[in-house]
């Protein structure tokens, strides 16, 4: 008898005979791969209030692209950022907004801060026999069982009325952090041999501040380094409902599951190489470019190996230019081009300026090299995933905890879409699928 391993790789070319549907059928029958038409554009399957994204305008009764723009309940995202000041932490605050629908007063959101931090805590010993039982360089999969355990502590766990829901979001936004970075620091102490720490988090300080803190054997971390996580925290919590991981949840709220398992569902979404783990491959990508570009000043030298890739010629020999192109921005990721000022503060910190003139370059050669290569019908310009990797790597934050760090802020839009989910909606969310099966009898 074969071992089931055997037995499955001997048995993947029958599946892949009766599982194969022709292209051609798709474009025959009018089905959008991926819930996407010829153009990119979304179909629309719900309303929100939570968030809006705009990627185009109408002008002269045409659609015209122009610079991206993302909004939190009413408020573009570039202006609340600018409001918050240079020194505050403004995560607290934007998750208030979201959740609550309207940004908190002077007592709302000191209430909200002081409450956050009063949850940041896990039951008693979840920690050593939950996290650190079965530590596992995947760090979603372990933050995602630990969020299904924590139901297993919820008197409440299948309670899903609004104010219910709501208590159990706050609590795991506020955990969340918690679940990451254990999660790691017992994968690096009982998987390559590093030395253990296990900080407690402090009720006083913010969550960018609380991560890097929790992250760090001294707790040691700078003014800039804090407002440069805090920024991408506010930047990766919400897009919208069609975003996979997003949708998930609203999928899963549909059903009328529980929270756990609905954030556990989104988690799972998440950790794609096609969503959240986006940026590990940008990281991987301009590793492979620092090996084989010289000068990174040289712009004729970038472009050429920048060629190479595009032409499978080099790299993962995908063609693939990662951390360009959007599924809906066109001209420009409104969230990229806030943070790149933050970006630009923290390598100028750390001395890492020469990194930062690679990035750029890469930023604006690619786009043009793609544009000439590929048959494109929208633009290409870099999305946030190009720089967030880069802003991780001089935070000192291991790739490992790269997509953690994203879930630590998306959790925040996971949470408002369900509360929204519930409120709004009690038709469980069914597409249809068309069939093209052979009937053999």
């Not at 499955?8 to 038409?37: M, P, S, T, W």
């Not at 554009?41 to 968030?51: A, E, Y």
């Not at 969550?207 to 760090?216: C, F, H, I, V, Y």
Request: net charge negative; with cysteine.
């Amino acid at each position: 008898m074969n071992s089931i391993e055997e037995y499955a790789v001997k048995q993947e070319k029958i599946c892949r005979n009766h599982d194969f549907i022709d292209n051609r059928l798709y474009d025959e029958y009018g089905v959008y791969r991926g819930l996407r038409d010829e153009k990119g554009n979304g179909v629309l399957t719900g309303l929100t209030n939570i968030s809006k994204i705009v990627s185009s305008r109408i002008v002269d009764g045409q659609k015209k692209p122009c610079d991206g723009e993302l909004w939190y309940r009413g408020y573009n995202v570039k202006s609340l950022i600018e409001e918050i000041g240079a020194e505050e932490m403004g995560f607290e605050k934007i998750t208030y907004l979201l959740l609550m629908g309207e940004l908190p007063g002077e007592k709302e959101e000191k209430e909200f801060r002081e409450l956050m931090g009063q949850v940041r805590t896990l039951p008693t010993n979840f920690t050593r026999d939950v996290i650190m039982k079965a530590p596992s360089e995947d760090i979603m999969n372990s933050m995602t069982r630990s969020i299904l355990t924590l139901a297993s502590y919820d008197p409440k766990a299948k309670d899903i009325s609004v104010s219910n829901s709501l208590r159990q979001c706050i609590q795991l936004i506020s955990e969340f952090p918690l679940l990451a970075v254990y999660g790691y620091n017992a994968y690096n102490h009982y998987e390559k041999n590093e030395s253990m720490f296990i900080h407690h988090p402090d009720p006083k300080l913010s969550t960018a501040e609380n991560l890097l803190m929790l992250m760090r054997p001294d707790k040691k971390y700078s003014e800039v380094e804090a407002k440069v996580l805090d920024t991408a925290l506010i930047l990766h919590m919400e897009h919208g409902g069609g975003n996979n991981s997003t949708f998930t949840t609203r999928v899963v709220t549909s059903t009328g599951s529980d929270t756990y398992s609905t954030i556990a569902a989104a988690m799972s979404s998440l950790k794609g190489p096609k969503h959240g783990g986006a940026n590990i491959k940008v990281m991987e990508m301009i590793n492979n470019i620092r090996e084989n570009v010289k000068d990174y000043s040289d712009k004729e030298e970038v472009a050429a190996y920048l060629e190479r890739i595009v032409n499978k010629e080099a790299f993962d020999g995908k063609g693939l230019i990662y951390g360009m192109g959007h599924a809906v921005y066109t001209l420009s990721d409104p969230r990229e081009r806030v943070f790149k000022t933050y970006v630009e503060k923290l390598a100028k910190e750390k001395g890492r300026e020469n990194d930062l003139l690679l990035y750029e370059n890469v930023e604006e050669l690619a786009p043009k090299i793609i544009a000439e290569k590929r048959n494109i019908l929208k633009g290409v310009s870099p999305n946030v995933d190009f720089y967030s990797g880069f802003v991780y790597d001089m935070l000192g934050i291991p790739q490992e905890l790269y997509t953690a760090i994203f879930a630590i802020a998306r959790i925040v839009g996971w949470s408002a879409h369900r509360i929204e989910e519930l409120i709004c909606t009690d038709k469980i969310i069914r597409p249809a699928y068309m069939s093209v099966m052979e009937e053999l009898e």
